[in-house]
């Protein structure tokens, strides 16, 4: 009695309702293992029934189809929302695909029933992305270095004893050194020379009485220097010859 019991239960689980079809209604045609699509543009998908439940018009909602490189490195999905009565559609193979792949999949998956059908390997032409950052950095540096260097030379005031602080001076010459950020296209630099002034003397240098209290020449401008010199080799010896003759 138990052994037809058990014999029973095996049947009911073992039925061909409820063991799940090995077989798709759907056969990609294309692509094939002698297929070769090319990154970036758009590319062609055919499939057909196969006449294997369950039948493409028995499939219930609609049907998605995923890229991948090799058979698990998701890359894209390239169509979502089709009918599986259409028998093909046009997709975009994306451009930026990487390297380091050589062969390429298409999963058809359907939810209602659950299936994911698998195509043929194929192959994907020009799925490297050219690196753009090299060319870009040459690009800015070029440009940097053709900015131009304008000095401006500003004469001082013509007071000598007005102080003047020279600007921060840029070394032009140095073609390695780069140009801040802060200098526009056309930098202007301002540098003042040295301020200052030789009146000649006996010694062609400035004497310590040339100047008055503030800092400029007296009011006739003498040369105490050449006043000093008269007074002691010329009117010296003239009073005293005079005393003496008295």
């Given at each position: ?83 599986p009565l259409e028998m093909g559609c046009e997709v975009y193979i994306p451009g930026k695909l990487g390297t380091g792949y050589s062969n390429y999949t ?141």
């Open positions: 009695m138990i052994s037809l019991v058990v014999f029973t239960i095996l049947l009911l689980f073992l039925s061909p309702n409820r063991i799940p079809s090995v077989h798709a209604s759907l056969y990609p045609t294309r692509p094939t293992s002698t297929t070769s699509y090319t990154a970036g543009h758009n590319a062609s998908i055919a499939w057909t029934d196969s006449s294997s439940p369950p039948h493409l018009s028995e499939i219930n909602g609609t049907m998605k189809i995923e890229l991948y490189a090799g058979d698990n490195v998701f890359l894209s999905v390239l169509k979502d929302g089709l009918d298409m999963r058809f998956i359907t939810t209602q029933p659950p299936q994911t059908i698998y195509t043929s390997y194929f192959t994907i032409a020009n799925a490297s992305t050219p690196n753009r950052t090299t060319a870009a950095t040459s690009t800015i540096q070029t440009q940097t270095a053709m900015q131009p260097l304008v000095l401006t030379i500003t004469i001082p005031p013509s007071n000598p004893s007005t102080f003047v602080d020279p600007a921060t001076y840029i070394d032009a010459a140095s073609p390695s050194q780069s140009i801040p950020d802060s200098l526009s296209q056309q930098s202007v630099t301002t540098f003042y020379p040295p301020a200052y002034t030789t009146y000649p003397g006996s010694n062609n240098q400035i004497t310590s009485s040339a100047f008055s209290s503030n800092g400029k020449l007296g009011p006739r401008g003498w040369d105490f220097e050449k006043l000093k010199f008269r007074v002691v080799f010329i009117l010296w010896p003239a009073l005293i010859g005079i005393t003496m003759a008295l």
